[in-house]
């Protein structure tokens, strides 16, 4: 029964990632992000899926796609009608399960993802059939394909399991959410394994609301620097693959790392905006390093949400200081969202993974730029690239809604 | 293991704002009558069934973060507060809010896309941030001034059920005290385009149902939430809504079923309400509103136990198990 369910005993049980998979505008894969984050790259280029020509800006952190997804269990058929968004994520899971090693059987396996608009350019596809009183062509896989629960079946038949089903649609902390939930599933003894993520692909309704809203930067993405003025979007997936450590150590799977913490509230300020002292985010925080175990000073390296908006990165930088009180001078903290924009319900994922990669193989993923960092800022801001030993990291991830969440993470040693 | 129990239920249907006017409804069985839709363009005269205005109109409604929401944000407040009633608040950060949806803010999405093809620079930003999932859940959480968890669920029209899983999980493991559990949907003419590309003779329908759960002893228990059986290449519609059915236990033991679905298979002996043929394709909010009407039943002493089965539109199968307490 998905409620009550069974629990193992031996609950609650340690939570470690065997796999991970990433798309972002910096590549396909962990290499190639990697490298990427950890040399501070940037992504953007004009965008070419839709027309921008009227924004006020024209640039997007967009994926080259290969010409072909890896060989799953989908058929061709199945295959060709997946969506730009369901493509991302097929590739994030199919690396993240390759490298896991996982086989489907015949237990149940959780799957959760977040996404705030998932196969959304179908949904537009569809409209501007429906808007068109020329035509009576409707095309019913576009309403299919525009719903989250598509892309999740098709992630299920390309690798053969079954198992309950959450999408969580908080808006940009979605994918952090998602590996929350998927984290407590498996620490809380109700399942030993879980598949988690989030995706998210550029559309026009997504790029032109927050054009409207002005949140768009018009020079360059540049989070907690003084003179920032808006964000960037863009597009990708990330998938892991969680499992209780005793089901890695029986299955003498390679540990990429350990999640420790989660934490998740909600900022009622505003529907956009964060409360000036951020609040929210300060108890997600705390919330997510007490189930860690650990204090401020303890955190290595903190993966801002860090937007690039005047309104986000003031409240979070009060909430860094005030969270990590006198920790805070020796608080690393940076944005990757430099690199590859804001990729919204895929976001909180895809960060997660950035930093597994830290923890992994030693450094700090810098935001390059040369900029007055804002005064507000008492944590050091990373801007170069620089090798560093973690022990803990903390990710940030908040949303429209007053969605905020926080997950803490350990290097597998 | 701790038990579960529905402290209270709301509903906002096509037949009125509050859960005893859709109780009223089910019980006489008769279809609510349904109204034209309207599109601003040529094409297939849709029906739908609308939520009917509320009178007196509540003064919450007038609160600031429901001033430029859209309906599926009234429909979710309409039916928490309900189920919410007077009860006396606790820690800000101790009642979870879940939130199942299916199609979502269609309308001000529907509209800000139009304004979008339209002339992008001059699409309304009071519009876009509407049109978010989680709006209606945050507007909830906010008129509530609740800062614990809050999640949306997005899902076909077992959205519900799932979140009243997760929900009870959550109670279970003492992440909340109670938790509000919301399915709601509004109705468009874009929806019901949608929708009727696969049973053109449905009328797509909007509203909300709510149910409060807590651990604190009351005289309906949730017993469970059935594990979901996903419709995939392998597992047809039928096969997925007999394997509820046998979770639940249909065979076993007589129990009467609220169902919601395009179709009603005919795999178990007691009485059953259809939702749909009545209410309409509420979406996520179906499933919702066949839990109030089954926690009406026990709650009124109809029935000792009430079974739920929701036959989503393209993900899965789901089941709910309700029970009369007794101390």
């Given amino acids: ?413 | 293991m701790s038990r579960i129990f529905v402290q209270g239920v709301g509903a906002v249907s096509p037949a009125g704002w509050g859960s005893e006017s859709l109780t009223a409804a089910l019980v006489a069985g008769h279809p609510l009558p349904t109204s034209e839709l309207p599109r601003p363009t040529d094409g297939p005269r849709l029906q739908g069934r609308r939520v009917p205005a509320a009178n007196p109109r509540p003064a919450w409604l007038a609160h600031p973060r429901l001033r430029r929401s859209s309906p599926i944000s009234q429909f979710v407040v309409g039916a928490a507060l309900e189920a919410l009633g007077d009860r006396p608040s606790g820690d800000p950060a101790r009642l979870g809010i879940l939130c199942g949806v299916m199609g979502g803010s269609v309308i001000y999405s529907r509209r800000f896309f139009e304004e979008v093809r339209r002339d992008p620079p001059t699409a309304s930003p009071l519009l876009f941030p509407e049109t978010v999932f989680n709006a209606p859940a945050s507007h909830l959480g906010a008129i509530l001034g609740r800062t614990g968890r809050n999640d949306t669920l997005v899902g076909d029209q077992t959205g519900f059920l799932h979140a009243l899983a997760l929900g009870a999980t959550w109670l279970t493991d003492g992440v909340v005290d109670s938790c509000l559990v919301v399915g709601s949907e509004e109705a468009d003419w874009l929806t019901a385009e949608a929708t009727g590309l696969f049973h053109r003779q449905i009328p797509t329908a909007e509203g909300a149902g709510a149910l409060l759960l807590s651990r604190e002893f009351s005289p309906v228990e949730l017993l469970g939430v059935t594990e979901p059986e996903a419709f995939t290449a392998g597992q047809s519609r039928w096969v997925a809504a007999r394997r509820v059915a046998e979770q639940l236990g249909l065979g076993r033991v007589p129990t009467p079923l609220w169902e919601v679905g395009w179709e009603h298979p005919e795999d178990h002996g007691a009485a059953v309400t259809a939702m749909v043929p009545i209410v309409g394709d509420g979406l996520a909010a179906g499933g919702a509103w066949a839990c109030v009407a089954a926690v009406h039943a026990l709650q009124q002493a109809r029935v000792n136990r009430a079974a739920v089965r929701v036959l989503g539109a393209n993900l899965q199968a789901l089941g709910a198990l309700f029970g009369r307490t007794s101390a």
């Fill in chain 1, 1 to 413: 029964m998905l409620f009550p369910a069974l629990i193992s005993p031996s609950a609650p049980h340690r939570v470690v990632v065997t796999g991970a998979g990433v798309v972002t505008a910096l590549g396909l894969g962990w290499r190639q992000n990697a490298e990427g984050f950890r040399a501070g790259r940037t992504a953007f280029r004009p965008v070419t899926l839709f027309e921008v020509g009227r924004q006020r800006t024209t640039h997007a952190a967009e994926v080259t796609l290969p010409p072909a997804l890896p060989p799953t269990r989908l058929s061709p058929r199945q295959a060709a009608r997946t969506d730009r968004a369901g493509r991302l994520l097929l590739l994030a899971a199919h690396e993240a399960w390759t490298q896991a090693g996982w086989v489907a059987g015949a237990d149940p396996l959780p799957l959760v993802l977040g996404t705030t608009s998932a196969g959304m350019a179908s949904g537009q596809a569809y409209f501007q059939q429906a808007a068109n009183a020329a035509s009576r062509h409707r095309q019913a896989t576009r309403i299919t394909h525009y719903q989250p629960q598509r892309q999740a079946l098709d992630l299920m038949d390309a690798f053969g399991f079954r198992g309950p089903t959450t999408i969580i649609a908080n808006a940009c902390a979605s994918g952090a959410n998602a590996i929350g939930h998927a984290f407590e599933l498996v620490r809380s003894g109700r399942a030993s394994r879980a598949l988690a993520g989030g995706y998210d692909g550029l559309c026009q309704l997504v790029f032109a609301g927050f054009d409207s809203l002005q949140a768009l930067s018009t020079t360059t993405c540049r989070p907690f620097d003084a003179r920032r003025d808006g964000l960037a979007l863009g597009e990708g997936a990330a998938v892991l693959t969680l499992e209780s450590l005793d089901s890695a150590r029986q299955r003498g799977a390679q540990i990429l790392g350990e999640i420790v913490g989660y934490g998740a509230a909600t900022d009622v300020h505003h529907l956009t905006q964060p409360h000036p002292a951020g609040t929210a985010a300060r108890a997600t925080m705390t919330a997510a390093c007490q189930q860690a175990g650990v204090t401020p000073d303890q955190i290595g390296y903190v993966n801002a949400h860090g937007t690039g908006t005047p309104l986000n990165d003031a409240a979070e930088a009060a909430a860094l200081n005030d969270w990590a009180g006198a920790a805070v001078r020796r608080l690393r903290v940076s944005s990757t969202k430099a690199s590859i924009g804001h990729l919204l319900g895929a976001a909180g994922a895809v960060e997660t993974v950035v930093c597994l990669m830290a923890l992994r193989e030693g450094w700090l993923p810098p935001q390059r730029g040369r900029g007055e960092v804002d005064p507000a800022c008492a944590f050091s801001l990373v801007r170069e690239p620089v090798d560093a030993p973690l022990e803990y990291v903390l990710t940030n991830s908040f949303g429209f809604g007053g969605a905020n969440a926080s997950l803490v993470l350990r290097r597998w040693a």
